[in-house]
């Protein structure tokens, strides 16, 4: 009973950004990571970035230096800030959250339904 919606794509430039936002919302106690992935067609899913919650962080090399993932856990919100956006970021980019349920404390790993960016030459 968590539920993960994804927001903030779209169609941007070649050099353009975009910042995408990954609420979560239910029966949560606590979210212990939450990881940005993306899925184009043709290729398989990759870990773009990941946040846990002692703050570190991890980019998959094709965006370090232009993408940044940050967090608001008073909001349940994860963000993350693309620049230097490029055609081969192309993808459908959808969010993860692993964390534990209130009450029973059990884990929970739930997926957003994705969102769509996409970024024109």
């Known amino acids: 009973q968590v539920q993960v919606v994804e927001s903030g794509g779209g169609l941007v430039q070649t050099g353009g950004s975009l910042r995408l936002s990954c609420a979560s919302s239910?029966?949560?106690?606590?979210?212990?990571?939450v990881g940005w992935y993306r899925q184009a067609p043709g290729k398989q899913r990759e870990l773009v970035a990941l946040?846990?919650?002692?703050?570190?962080?991890n980019y998959a090399d094709s965006t370090k230096g232009r993408f940044a993932v940050s967090r608001d856990n008073a909001k349940n919100t994860v963000y993350l800030q693309m620049s230097s956006l490029k055609p081969e970021d192309t993808a459908v980019y959808l969010c993860?959250?692993?964390?534990?349920?209130?009450?029973?404390?059990?884990?929970?790993?739930?997926w957003g339904q994705g969102t769509q960016v996409t970024v024109s030459s």
């Open positions: 993860n959250a692993k964390g534990y349920y209130s009450g029973s404390y059990d884990p929970f790993d739930s």
């Open positions: 239910g029966r949560i106690f606590r979210i212990v990571a």
């Open positions: 946040i846990r919650d002692d703050g570190s962080t």
